[in-house]
Nanobody, 113 residues
Framework: QVQLVESGGGLVQPGGSLRLSCAVF????????MAWYRQPPGKQRELVAS???????NYADSVKGRFTISRDNAKNTLYLQMNSLKPEDTAVYYC???????WGQGTQVTVSS
């Protein structure tokens, strides 16, 4: 059974940083592309960043230069380092197995003073 388990969300002030993690179970993690999505309150889910199995990243324009996606294939874990956070980054963040479409349960990120 495949499971994606996110962690690392929380409340942070504008300008602060958080690192999200997504642990993957039951899957050969290293072989497939992965992605982070987010769903702001009252809005549709949107792609934040993706990474190939080889480690090449791609970012939404809204987070370029502030967020960094990475993966540790030895630990079966996907990361999202978020710096210079803004109130508009407030959302539930989800990791996704791009190949098979599996989703994690999500982790809440709230940016507020």
């Amino acid at each position: 059974q495949v499971q994606l388990v996110e962690s690392g969300g929380g409340l942070v002030q504008p300008g602060g940083s958080l690192r999200l993690s997504c642990a993957v179970f039951g899957r050969i993690f290293s072989a497939y592309p992965m992605a982070w999505y987010r769903q702001p309150p009252g809005k549709q889910r949107e792609l934040v960043a993706s990474i190939t199995n080889g480690g090449s990243p791609n970012y939404a324009d809204s987070v370029k230069g502030r967020f960094t996606i990475s993966r540790d294939n030895a630990k079966n874990t996907l990361y999202l380092q978020m710096n210079s956070l803004k109130p508009e980054d407030t959302a539930v963040y989800y990791c996704r197995d791009v190949d098979r479409g599996y989703w994690g349960q999500g982790t809440q990120v709230t940016v507020s003073s």
